[in-house]
């Protein structure tokens, strides 16, 4: 498993690198303050952790999936559990939340 932090756009090696772990999909934490995610780890939780040690704050980071195929995002994450952040679920319920996720996935993995 290798979890690698993308601050700015991914090359096909380092998506092919974090597709290693899964096959299809990437997990990935986004840290929306900084612009920045982990991806490739088993959990959310590795990618999280990445992100930790490299000086991002937990309440800046987010869990969600990418799927490279078709572009989706899935905003499911045991990371995202976070009452004191007033998510109870494990999907990210403010809309802002996910649009900022999706820009950095979109920016950073993605086509934009």
């Known amino acids: 498993m290798t979890v690698l932090i993308i601050r700015e756009k991914a090359t096909k090696e380092q998506i092919q690198k974090m597709l290693e772990t ?9 840290d929306i303050s900084k612009g920045v995610l982990a991806g490739g780890g ?9 992100l930790i040690q490299d000086g991002s ?3 800046d980071i987010w869990g969600a999936d990418w799927f490279p195929e078709n572009g989706k995002i899935r905003f ?7 009452p004191r952040r007033k998510n109870r679920s494990m999907e990210i319920q403010d809309q802002t939340i996910r649009n900022k996720v999706v820009d950095v996935i979109q920016t950073l993995l993605g086509d934009k």
């Open 57 to 59: 704050k937990q309440e």
């Open 22 to 30: 899964l096959g299809n999909y990437i997990k990935v934490a986004v």
């Open 42 to 50: 088993i959990l959310h939780a590795d990618c999280e952790s990445v």
């Open 76 to 82: 499911e994450a045991m990371i995202n559990i976070a």
